[in-house]
């Protein structure tokens, strides 16, 4: 645990939008595999239908007698994921009912709570953007070259676990937030927006940009889950790192760094 001095290191405006964030990233996932369990499979190209062969996944269930098996294929390999994915109480369901939002089978409840929160999420980026911009947390968010240099021997501490309490994040920490905040999420909303039929006709290059409706809606799922992969890390180093500690830094803004990082 760090022993020097308690400093200010997170500002209002960055607890604030943080905590939203993760509510509106919860209530998008969840509501996402509601979403996704109306239409079980994803494809590659502009149309999916019986006439296409570009499904690259698709997660459903067979009868066997009296029971259904799940079965996921993921290209052309076919697995059992009975217990897992495909079948949930007793019927045909991709994504368990604990895992989404509402837990029955609702495609309209999903998709209000959705959009609702995908709506929160972009205005409270927008604020977050603007409050960084002028109060200066922009900047330390983005890598300099010098971080670069020092990227290898952050990657070799952070594998010994040893972690460093400093004033300004490490290359790694930068590297991680700018890829969530400057690529994973406007990637979400740009093929979120792809999607929308209203869009298309309003920005019909959405289309042209992501190679069709189907392959946007490919992306937003494989995104999606790389946040949550970058969720359990986060949650990971924050209890290496010091759970008080870090906690107290997102609620307070306070963080006691090492010695001699004053």
């Given at each position: 645990?760090?022993?020097?001095?308690?400093?200010?290191?997170?500002?209002?405006?960055?607890?604030?939008?943080?905590?939203?964030?993760?509510?509106?990233?919860?209530?998008?996932?969840?509501?996402g595999l509601q979403i996704f369990n109306a239409f079980p499979s994803l494809h590659i190209g502009m149309e999916s239908g019986f006439d296409y062969d570009n499904a690259i996944l698709s997660i459903g269930a067979v009868q066997e007698g009296d029971a259904l098996r799940g079965v996921t294929r993921i290209g052309g390999m076919a697995f059992d994921t009975t217990g897992i994915l495909g079948v949930s109480n007793g019927e045909a369901r991709a994504f368990p009912s604990w895992a989404t939002i509402p837990s029955y089978t609702s495609l309209a409840t999903g998709r209000v709570i959705h959009f609702f929160f995908a709506w929160v999420l972009v205005g409270t980026l927008l604020v977050w953007l603007v409050a960084s911009a002028v109060n200066g947390h922009l900047r330390d968010l983005i890598p300099t070259w010098a971080d670069l240099k020092t990227l290898p021997r952050d990657v070799v501490d952070h594998a010994r676990l040893r972690i460093h309490h400093t004033r300004r994040y490490s290359v790694l920490q930068k590297l991680a937030y700018a890829g969530v905040l400057f690529v994973a999420l406007p990637l979400m909303i740009l093929t979120g927006l792809t999607m929308s039929p209203s869009m298309n006709a309003t920005f019909p290059w959405l289309l042209d940009v992501f190679g069709g409706r189907q392959t946007a809606r490919t992306i937003h799922f494989i995104v999606m889950w790389a946040l949550v992969a970058f969720f359990v890390v986060h949650m990971v180093m924050i209890l290496i790192a010091g759970a008080f500690n870090e906690m107290r830094s997102i609620i307070t803004g306070w963080y006691r760094v090492d010695k001699g990082e004053e």
């Amino acid at each position: 645990m760090p022993q020097g001095p308690l400093i200010y290191r997170q500002r209002i405006w960055t607890r604030a939008t943080h905590w939203i964030w993760a509510i509106c990233l919860f209530f998008l996932m969840l509501t996402g595999l509601q979403i996704f369990n109306a239409f079980p499979s994803l494809h590659i190209g502009m149309e999916s239908g019986f006439d296409y062969d570009n499904a690259i996944l698709s997660i459903g269930a067979v009868q066997e007698g009296d029971a259904l098996r799940g079965v996921t294929r993921i290209g052309g390999m076919a697995f059992d994921t009975t217990g897992i994915l495909g079948v949930s109480n007793g019927e045909a369901r991709a994504f368990p009912s604990w895992a989404t939002i509402p837990s029955y089978t609702s495609l309209a409840t999903g998709r209000v709570i959705h959009f609702f929160f995908a709506w929160v999420l972009v205005g409270t980026l927008l604020v977050w953007l603007v409050a960084s911009a002028v109060n200066g947390h922009l900047r330390d968010l983005i890598p300099t070259w010098a971080d670069l240099k020092t990227l290898p021997r952050d990657v070799v501490d952070h594998a010994r676990l040893r972690i460093h309490h400093t004033r300004r994040y490490s290359v790694l920490q930068k590297l991680a937030y700018a890829g969530v905040l400057f690529v994973a999420l406007p990637l979400m909303i740009l093929t979120g927006l792809t999607m929308s039929p209203s869009m298309n006709a309003t920005f019909p290059w959405l289309l042209d940009v992501f190679g069709g409706r189907q392959t946007a809606r490919t992306i937003h799922f494989i995104v999606m889950w790389a946040l949550v992969a970058f969720f359990v890390v986060h949650m990971v180093m924050i209890l290496i790192a010091g759970a008080f500690n870090e906690m107290r830094s997102i609620i307070t803004g306070w963080y006691r760094v090492d010695k001699g990082e004053e």
